[in-house]
């Protein structure tokens, strides 16, 4: 039976094989190795919930001081990479939806997500969020990782909608060019979002070319109207 995929799956389902290209961009090693030590530091010894970890970069630096991982992605393609990098046992890849990410009697103390926060529509991060705090224990700590908009290293905005979500056009190296949504939230924005009942404790962190945004599950997330 065939896949039914939305453009931005199909995206990445193109994208895998070269998916990891934009870990190797000259100006962003320094970022990247202050991430590198950063986040295991942050993420040490929880049972994670990984949504899009996409070929497992992340996942990589997770596993080694994780209790345990259940990552999820939308895209075969990329699990197959995911699953060759990150062979320990204590980390499990699977298809999933980071709308619908609960698993029943599974318990997470943590989530991360690296790099899939900006490709959630402005009109759903609600939604994404209360999902995402069910499938969390009280007290969990959520961690988002993505990246600021930097002229010359970040591809063009070309695009923007009538609810604000920004998109860029790129190019793969079969020569086809996909419209992407990708948004650059503030750190007031982030703030913002989380300011009514959905995050508690809410801490920025902020590089060169990237941000994270960190924040505690409610003992009781709101429900959706």
Same mark, same amino acid.
């Given at each position: 039976?065939?896949?039914?995929l ?9 994208r ?7 870990? $190797?961009?000259? *100006?962003?090693?320094?970022? +990247?190795?202050?991430?590198? @030590?950063?986040?295991?530091? !942050? ?20 596993a080694?001081?994780?209790?345990s991982?259940a990552?999820i992605?939308?895209a075969?393609e ?9 062979p320990?046992?204590?980390?499990s890849?699977?298809?999933?939806d980071?709308?619908?990410p609960g ?6 103390d943590?989530?991360?997500a ?6 959630v529509?402005?009109? $759903?991060?609600v *939604?994404?969020l209360?999902? +995402?705090?069910?499938?969390? @224990?009280?007290?969990?700590? !959520?961690v988002?990782l993505?990246n ?19 998109y ?6 079969d ?6 949504l990708?948004?650059f939230?503030s750190?007031?924005d982030?703030?913002a ?7 508690r ?9 990237y ?8 003992p009781h ?5």
């Amino acid at each position: 039976m065939e896949r039914s995929l939305s453009p931005m799956q199909s995206y990445y389902a193109s994208r895998a094989g070269e998916y990891d290209a934009v870990y $190797r961009k000259p *100006e962003r090693q320094p970022d +990247l190795r202050r991430i590198e @030590q950063w986040l295991p530091a !942050v993420l040490r010894g929880r049972r994670i919930l990984e949504l899009a970890c996409g070929t497992g970069y992340w996942t990589h630096f997770l596993a080694p001081v994780a209790s345990s991982i259940a990552a999820i992605d939308s895209a075969e393609e990329t699990l197959r990479i995911a699953r060759e990098r990150v062979p320990q046992a204590n980390v499990s890849f699977s298809i999933g939806d980071a709308y619908a990410p609960g698993r029943p009697g599974t318990v997470f103390d943590a989530a991360f997500a690296g790099f899939w926060f900006s490709h959630v529509p402005r009109e $759903r991060q609600v *939604e994404f969020l209360t999902a +995402l705090n069910a499938a969390l @224990q009280p007290g969990a700590r !959520v961690v988002f990782l993505d990246n600021l908009f930097v002229e010359g290293s970040s591809s063009p905005i070309c695009e923007e909608d009538a609810r604000g979500n920004t998109y860029q056009s790129r190019s793969l190296s079969d020569g086809s060019t996909h419209r992407v949504l990708k948004n650059f939230p503030s750190e007031a924005d982030l703030h913002a979002l989380v300011a009514h009942g959905l995050g508690r404790s809410p801490l920025y962190t902020c590089w060169t070319y990237y941000w994270a945004f960190e924040y505690r599950v409610p003992p009781h997330a709101p429900e959706l109207a």
